[in-house]
């Protein structure tokens, strides 16, 4: 059986805290209870209900948004919260009971999006489908992803890049994606549809890549380093993902001046978009961050 993991999340409303979860906890639907009364469906939100200090429980996807009133500070009861939510979820506890009044499920839509690399297109789903980013480049690697094994086994598939809502394939070129396309957007639409597990709960934690594990991963960084994330993670890493790709911060050499990325999705292989990011990048972080570094190197995922 998967275990359940909660972490805490501040949000930029003091009184509201998120507890985020490290597997989905609703069909891709989302619950708002104002009251234990309003909360008959869920008997986790009903739980938290008794809770004095609970003012509005949130219930969606891979997390529980909690409302608090001011009679008590989130830093005094937070982490005590996340440790009751995650021992009932593993308890087996019910999060949202399916009804008659229950949301039908919406229907997936998938649509292809072509991307700078012309080795990648993109499949983007209307819904969330993972909580992380993962990236497998052969059919070894994505014993963690049910959804990436299963693309691996067309014969033009080389690598897979999963993101929050959307899918990269980059294909061999063998093929071409005239005549690929199609297959492959039904092919991840019904796999999504049918409900099947993208990636299995645990991939978070194997990978490196649970909240706290990267927070922690952070905070181990000098702080030039974690100036170069920052920038990276407002400046560069949305414009690369609405292209299919991600930048991942690697490594900073402060006598060399040098910063290490990887490039990931999209942004991988192409020579053409390895050399403008690399550019484009460096040029950023040496206005930004003048005397401290000098150049990029930007490796291929």
């Known amino acids: 059986m998967n275990t359940f993991k909660v972490s805490v999340q501040e949000t930029s409303n003091t009184a509201i805290v998120k507890f985020e979860v490290n597997q989905f906890i609703t069909k891709h639907q989302s619950f708002e209870f104002n009251n234990i009364d309003e909360a008959k469906t869920s008997p986790l939100a009903q739980q938290l209900f008794y809770l004095p200090f609970v003012k509005k429980v949130y219930?969606?996807?891979?997390?529980?948004?909690?409302?608090?009133y001011n009679i008590v500070e989130w830093n005094d009861v937070q982490d005590e919260v996340a440790q009751q939510i995650e021992a009932y979820l593993n308890d087996g506890g019910i999060v949202v009971?399916?009804?008659?009044?229950?949301?039908?499920?919406?229907?997936?839509?998938?649509?292809a999006e072509s991307t700078p690399n012309p080795s990648v297109m993109k499949f983007v789903a209307n819904k969330k489908i993972v909580t992380s980013l993962f990236e497998f480049?052969?059919?070894d690697e994505a014993k963690l992803s049910p959804l990436a094994t299963e693309l691996f086994h067309f014969p033009f598939v080389q690598r897979v890049f999963i993101e929050e809502n959307y899918v990269s394939v980059t294909k061999y070129d063998m093929a071409e994606w005239e005549n690929i396309t199609l297959e492959l957007r039904e092919f991840i639409k019904n796999f999504i549809e049918a409900g099947k597990t993208v990636v299995l709960p645990e991939a978070?934690?194997?990978?490196?890549?649970?909240?706290?594990?990267?927070?922690?991963?952070f905070e181990a960084l000098d702080d030039t380093s974690k100036e170069i994330v920052n920038i990276l993670e407002e400046y560069v890493k949305p414009a690369v993902a609405s292209d299919g790709g991600n930048i991942q911060f690697i490594s900073y050499d402060g006598e060399r001046k040098s910063v290490s990325v990887?490039?990931?999705?999209?942004?991988?292989?192409?020579?053409?978009?390895?050399?403008?990011?690399?550019n484009g990048i460096e040029n950023m972080l040496k206005q930004m961050l003048p005397g401290k570094v000098e150049m990029v190197d930007a490796i291929n995922g």
């Open 262 to 278: 990887l490039l990931q999705g999209a942004c991988s292989g192409c020579p053409s978009s390895t050399f403008t990011l690399k």
């Open 59 to 68: 219930v969606s996807g891979n997390f529980i948004a909690v409302e608090r």
């Open 204 to 217: 978070e934690e194997t990978l490196q890549k649970s909240t706290n594990q990267l927070d922690a991963q």
């Open 97 to 111: 009971e399916e009804t008659d009044n229950t949301p039908k499920k919406v229907p997936v839509t998938v649509y």
């Open 137 to 139: 480049t052969s059919i």
